[in-house]
Each structure stands twice: as structure tokens, then as C-alpha cells.
């Protein structure tokens, strides 16, 4: 570029991470002002010296972890080939991993996944990282960026960077409440350097870096992530430098045997035995009560998430069998939050492990005969499994039923409690299987009456 850094020996200038040589063009830098005025100008980023990312690379091969790179390619086994993006969906760079501690969607984008340049359509990355987020937006959610793995042979190009964050407007960043970067490097400082022009001071703020993957442990649920096995192994790495020693076992105590009140984390039958066998745990049957008496018309319900400390109170209290008012912490999404946390924490899903494959084959059924094939397999559930959902989904009928108050939609209401009602025995679902999911979800709610209209079991109740 015309104001970049001297040449080097030769005359000839080297282009910059993978952008091509400059033209001669002159770079228009931001007028001085607030971040919403900037973005107004032209911008072109600077030349950013390679040795920046050849030195990450570099310190990478010293460790002796340049091999991990080389791995096999990830492939998504559960990837219908008709998949709209199916091209890049398939190597796994972006995953749903779950919720956080407050059931906010978390979102992981793993650099170590991305082929080479030369493989990758990274406009298509682009498309699909949007098509991906396009599903959660309306919802609180976060992002965890795993850095490592980011080589001089798999990296896009500056403008293909300040492409992605204009791409990503206010629908985007409005409801994106975190974005976690692990293993950070010197190229990531550079990087900061070049787009802080365009990045606003609110943006920034919600940006955290974190040196080890144990950090994310206080944040979100680790063990629904995910993690490419280069990741671990780099942060294994990591951690043997800086202590010159390889890293030590942690023990985990074991796990305390449950109070006699324990809603959260325990089985249905549990809760059953201890509530002198009630089938509808108190802790849904109180949210849902308040929330159909208080919440049935609030804008966004279920969407927003609340403070993470105030529902671990509300769980302790609940866990210790004392009495919980909802009027008394003036914010409809507690208890909203709560009766999802209740599900998520379920030791298994209310639609068991073993609904979870036939829900995937919802989509190879034909349209007209879903609606009978959800009732077969909802009529497969135990008694009590039953009798649960169906409270449930009678309640998520109601909400939808008022979705011109609070756009909670059918469609809505299945993204958000969809991967709270069924996931894997083993890992998380993957991204391709949220079709399914929440499709089936969906059906659940829109035609609640048809599917457990045929079904009563004696003892059962409703909202």
C-alpha cells in the first residue's frame, strides 16, 4: 500500500497476509469521532508484517506441535449431503456447543478445522458462519474462538476480515453477549491494532481473552464443547512451558450424594419419590405457573437470559427446599431461565437417549405424515417421561398462542427448547442435527393437541 512499511531488500514489497500487492490505491483513514460516525469512511487496512503470524508458527514447531496440525481432516458424519452449505459445514469449523451457565447458545469457530486457503471458499464461510448465527440471533448467545491452529496456509485475507465484521450489523452484535478468543497470540494483537478503527467501544467491551482452556470453565458448561483434540493438546503444551514440567493430574472429588430437596441435576423419578409422588416437579410447576399468569404476553420470553449469580440462588434455594418468590427479583426472565436450567440439567433428557435417533429421521419423513410420526414416537415415552412433556408443551402451546404479543413463535419457542428437551448420550449435537430437533420441536407445539390428545395418564395435570 502506498503508506506501508519500507521495502525490503530487492525493492520488491511482500503482500500482506494473503492480500494481494498493493495498487497503488491510497488509503482513506477514519475522520476522528465516535465508533457509529467511522464506519462511514472507506477503510483499507494497513500492510501488517508476516513475521507476525510466521512467528506464532514458528514458536508452534519449537513446541513440537506443528504435527498436530496435520491431523486427519474433520468430517461431520451426521451431514445430510443436501445441505445448503455442505461444502463447508463439513469440516466442522463452526459447532453449536450447548448453552452457558445462564442458557445462552454458545457457538464455536475452531481455526485449527479450516483447510487450506486453496480448499476453501472462504465468501462460503462467510455465508454459512451468517446462515449458522442467522438461527440464534434473536437469542442471547456467545461465541468462542479457538485460535490455534491459524497457519500462513489456511488464513484469510485482511479484506476478507474487515468484509466478515461489516457483514455482521447490529442484528448480529446486539444479542451477542460474550466472544471468548482462546489462546491468543501476537498476531491477535496485531490484528486488534488494524481493526480498532472499525470495532466500536461497545463491541470491544463484550471481546475476552483467555491464555488456557480451564478459563472458560467459569464461563460456560466445558464439557459440552467440543474441543478439537489440537486445541487440547496445544493448551496441554502451553501449560508444561510455562511450568517446565508436564501438567499435574487434577483429582476430582467425588460427587456429594443429593439433598432430599434436590430439584436440579437429579432424575424425575427422584424428584417423584422425594414430592410424595407428584409427577410435575415443583420447580416447573411454580415457573410455569408464574410465568402464565405473569409472562404469557412479554416481548422476547424465553430469549433473554438473566444474571448468572441470581440463578444459582434461585437454584440453591430451590435445592434446599425453601420457597421461592418470583415477584420478589422484578425480572420475568429468572424465572423463564430457571425452568430451562431445569431441563438442560436433567441427568437424562426428557425425551430420552433413546428418542434421540428416531427425532433425527423426522426430516426423511414426508411432510404430510410428520405430525402421526411425532405421536408414535412420543407414545413410546415412559409414563412419567410423558406426562412431563405434555404439561410442558400444553404451556409452550399458550406462549405461541400469544406470539403477536411476544413473537415467541412455535419456530421460536423449538430453537430455544429444543436442544432442551433431547441431545446425544455421548458429546453435543452437532449443528446439522438442529434441523431435526427442532423441527420435531416445533410440531410438538404447533399441533399439541393432536399429538397427546389420544394419551391420559392417570394423575397427570395440565397448566
Known sequence: ??????LPPGGRRRPALGLRPSSGRPQVRPA????AGREKHLWFPPAVPPPELQKDEAEDAQSGQEKTFMSPPFEDTELNINHPYYDVARHGIIQLAGDDNSGRKVITFSCCRMPPSHQLNHTRLLEYLKYTLDQYVENDYM??????????????????LQTAYKEFDRKYKKNLKALYVVHPTNFIKILWNIFKPLISHKFGKKITYLNYLSDLR?????DQLNIPQEVIQHDENLRAKQKGKLPPVVKIPPPRPPLPTQQ???SLQYIKDKSKGELIPPVMKETVSYLKRKGLQVEGLFRRSASVQTIKDVQKLYNQGKSVNFDDYHDIHIPAVILKTFLRELPQPLLTFECYDPILGITSVESSLRVTRCKQIIHGLPEHNYVVLKYLICFLHMVSQESIYNRMTASSLACVFGLNLIWPSKGTASL?????LNLFTELLIDFYMNIFNSRTVPGEILP
Do not use: T
Open 143 to 160: 461465541v468462542v474462538y479457538f485460535h490455534y491452529g491459524l497457519k500462513s496456509l489456511n488464513k484469510p485475507s485482511l479484506k476478507w
Open 218 to 222: 467459569e464461563h460456560l458448561k466445558y
Open 1 to 6: 500500500m502506498a503508506d506501508g512499511p519500507a
Open 32 to 35: 476522528p469521532g465516535p465508533a
Open 432 to 436: 446439522s442435527a438442529l434441523v431435526p
Open 264 to 266: 436440579f441435576g437429579v
